[in-house]
Antibody
Framework: QVQLVESGGGVVQPGGSLRLSCAAS????????MHWVRQAPDKGLEWVTI????????FYADSVKGQFTVSRDNSKNTLYLQMNSLRPEDTAVYYC??????????WGRGTLVTVSS | QAVVTQEPSLTVSPGGTVTLTCGSS?????????PCWLQQRPGQAPRTLIY???NKHSWTPARFSGSLLGGRAALTLSGAQPEDEAEYYC??????????FGGGTKVTVL
């Protein structure tokens, strides 16, 4: 069955960096566009980024452009999100999700990132 | 930055019908915005119910349907069940790098 498992979250100081991972299984990862979506505590969802199946195209929300970098390793069926210069407002649960026709199908359970001193 | 609007909360009786809508500050919502609807129960990850306006996933209960209604995207729940009590989010895709979620609608089945 399809599984998306995020990891790498934790507590980081403002200005710090963190790299999230999303391990995928049960589907053709190398043929799938992938998203990151985040949700601040008790807030709504915010789309963060999408990466094309071969990794050659990436698009970002304005709020993270120049700060976050999405990448993937299709040989490891893994999606990444490198987050730099973190701010308290980046505190959120970060979900990876598989793309389908401008939407999503499968979601991971998320990993919590807390930016705090 | 476009703003996507949803009703903050709606209540439906068990077995009843409710329609959630999703509007855009830029004008009418069309199929070109590829509306997507997600359900999120407390403490759980989101689950996609509808994508590209009307398409259902294999796990989407038949009682949910997506449409366009009066310049807005719509999610209709017909025959509400207690387990449908959740937060519902819509997503509109304006461009490849401009995808905006609505603020969510809390649906109570009462």
């Amino acid at each position: 069955q399809v599984q998306l498992v995020e990891s790498g979250g934790g507590v980081v100081q403002p200005g710090g960096s963190l790299r999230l991972s999303c391990a995928a299984s049960g589907f053709a990862f190398s043929s799938s566009n992938m998203h990151w979506v985040r949700q601040a505590p008790d807030k709504g969802l915010e789309w963060v980024t999408i990466i094309g199946s071969d990794g050659n195209a990436q698009f970002y929300a304005d709020s993270v452009k120049g700060q976050f970098t999405v990448s993937r390793d299709n040989s490891k069926n893994t999606l990444y999100l490198q987050m730099n210069s973190l701010r308290p407002e980046d505190t959120a649960v970060y979900y990876c999700a598989k793309d389908v026709d401008w939407g999503f199908d499968y979601w991971g359970r998320g990993t919590l990132v807390t930016v705090s001193s | 930055q476009a703003v996507v609007t949803q009703e903050p909360s709606l209540t439906v009786s068990p077995g009843g019908t409710v329609t959630l809508t999703c509007g855009s500050s830029t004008g009418a919502v069309t199929s070109g915005h590829h509306p997507c609807w997600l359900q999120q129960r407390p403490g759980q990850a989101p689950r996609t119910l509808i994508y590209d306006t009307t398409n259902k996933h294999s796990w989407t209960p038949a009682r949910f349907s997506g449409s366009l209604l009066g310049g807005r995207a719509a999610l209709t729940l017909s025959g509400a069940q207690p387990e449908d009590e959740a937060e519902y989010y819509c997503l509109l895709s304006y461009t490849l790098d401009r995808r905006v979620f609505g603020g969510g609608t809390k649906v109570t089945v009462l």
